[in-house]
């Protein structure tokens, strides 16, 4: 009985692994939310993260709600958005300088 569970086990964890070798990694497929929702207290540097979005209109909207709620006084919003993916290496923010110096 054992064994077997450790098979099945074994066996699962390979298709896995066969899964994300052909890049049929399901956590690939979903959109990302590259709008992040931040909020901080005025008299502390440290910014909370609220939510994440995948469009800037549902942030705005969040964040319009959250103000009108106005759970605490000293509470300031703000939208941080993804603009750089720095794990893709194909760009690297050198090689956009360099394209503008160089027109």
């Known amino acids: ?42 008299n502390q540097p440290n910014f909370i993260q609220d939510k994440q979005f995948f469009n800037r209109e549902s942030a705005d909207k969040y964040v319009e709600l959250m103000i009108e709620a106005k759970d605490y006084d000293n509470l300031e919003y703000f939208l941080f958005e993804q603009s750089h993916d720095y794990q893709h290496i194909e760009e690297s923010p ?10």
Request: net charge positive.
């Open 94 to 103: 050198m090689e956009d300088l360099q394209e503008v110096l160089n027109g």
């Open 1 to 42: 009985m054992v064994r077997g569970g450790i098979m099945n086990l074994l066996t699962g964890i390979w298709v896995d692994i066969k899964e994300i070798i052909k890049g049929e990694n399901k956590m690939e497929k979903k959109p990302i939310k590259k709008y992040i929702v931040m909020s901080k207290f005025k």
